[in-house]
């Protein structure tokens, strides 16, 4: 093992500057009350040095890890196969490498990673936690709360703003799901469907709730109204998908039209329409949910689907969470729509993106 060369030291980069060790622990931890050419000469010693402030030492001056937790209620079979939470990691880690901010990834396999990530979380070794994929008996949200850790969840949390359990003021970001299932449904019947069928997502999550909610609005507008015969759960996953698919056309040989809950599971529906012979969209049209690119775009056909910003939500959490940790200072770009100190929720919104499945 090749041994590692000795790093500078805070008294190095004071002696090559011509300033007190103070004067230099002042400079790098951001503190107020030195002279700028003073500041300059420190900062140009850092350089010339390499110097890299020890991170443990800086926590104890600035009370900050300048880390971030990010929580995904689900394992990592899930969260490396499914292109959503790519998605929505990437934009956490835009925002959290813009504000010099490292991003720590917490998965849960199981009931007893709950307990480990809680006491990591109280441990000290993060600012605050993004959380999301909850489900709704899961208990993270009150070993967090527990632990004193500040929070912004992805997605609504069904226990809303005001749970005295939970705490006043939750704040978190999430799409218009409701109004996007909407929207497809409706569009779906617009193209003169009269079996629209839902293939729902997992329904111990807010999101596939809220989607189904959307489904029930659009067809209770419709002749016919809603007929539960013609929804079928499913898990968010292509596996799901299939299973639903096939339990629907068992159940239902006569849909016309799917929607489903998001565009893995679509892709699912899709497979199986193949199977049994059912042209899309001639027999049957098939709507979904996301617009993640490398799903909704190489489907065959291209997948007509809902867009939400997945990228953007996952961004905005980080913001409202970096903003929150430094007492509603700006420490960036203003954020449209951001909840006040008392925490709210915001509200993406959603478009249909028509391509050829509907």
Known sequence: MTEAAPRPTLEAVAARAGVSRATVSRVVNGGDGVREPLA??????????????????RSLVTRRHD???VVVAEPGSRVFADPFFALQLRGISKELTAQDNQLVLLLTEGRADH?????YLAGGHVDGALVFSLHLDDPLPGLIRTAGVPTVFGGR????????????????VDCDNRGGARTAVRHLLDLGRRRVAHLTGAL?????VDRLDGYRDAVAEAPGGYDPRLVVEGDFTPAGGERAMRELLARCPDVDAVFAANDLTALGALR???????????????????????????????????RQDIEE????????LLEGLSGGRDRGAATAGAPDARGKGVILPTTLIRRASA
């Open 115 to 119: 307990t480990r990530v809680a006491r």
């Open 313 to 320: 939500m996952g961004r905005l959490m980080a913001r409202l």
């Open 157 to 172: 949390p069904h226990w809303g703003t005001d749970d005295a359990d939970r705490g006043p003021g939750v704040v978190y």
């Open 272 to 306: 199986v329409l193949r199977e049994s012979g059912r042209r899309v969209p001639e027999d049957v049209a098939v709507a979904g949910f996301d617009d993640m690119a490398p799903v909704a775009e190489q489907t065959d056909p291209p997948l007509t689907t809902v």
């Open 204 to 208: 111990d999550q807010t999101s596939a």
């Open 67 to 69: 880390a971030v937790a």
């Open 40 to 57: 300059e000469r420190v900062r140009r010693a850092v350089a010339e040095l390499g110097y890299v402030p020890n991170q443990a030492a």
